[in-house]
């Protein structure tokens, strides 16, 4: 599975983004996929995961409210829409398929088998 993350750029607080990751490969309908961010001098963190076949989406608590993941079956993509942005968002963006689906509840990197390559998000104040 290769994955591609696209979207990123420079918004100014209180602006929106959408990011997309888009998967070549295989096709990710038992797939447990996520977002992950890594801001300077931070470990990696999680944002936001779902369940591709069932469709539950769940969310870290810094991003609960003002982002949103979604996947398109037809693209083979996953989304995130984030809305509200501020300083703090402010990170190289990562999308991450497992084929092992349970770990969507897991919000943890050694979990997930795929990376894409990262899309910076900057956001000024």
């Known amino acids: 599975v290769q994955l591609q993350a696209s979207g990123g750029g420079l918004v ?26 890594q801001a300077p001098g931070k470990e ?4 936001a995961a779902i369940n591709w076949s069932r469709g539950t989406t769940y969310y ?15 693209k083979n ?9 501020n300083p703090e968002d402010t ?15 897991d919000f943890v990197t050694p979990s997930y088998d795929y990376w894409g390559q990262g899309t910076q998000v900057t956001v000024s104040s």
């Open 91 to 105: 990170a190289v963006y990562y999308c991450a398929a497992a084929i092992d689906v349970s770990v969507v509840e």
């Open 60 to 74: 870290s608590n810094s991003v609960k409210g003002r982002f949103a993941i979604s996947r398109d079956n037809a």
């Open 12 to 37: 100014q607080a209180g602006d929106s983004l959408r990011l997309s990751c888009a998967a070549s490969g295989r096709t990710l309908s038992m797939f447990a996929m996520a977002w992950f961010r």
């Open 44 to 47: 990696r963190e999680f944002v």
């Open 77 to 85: 993509t996953v989304d995130l829409q984030m809305n509200t942005l």
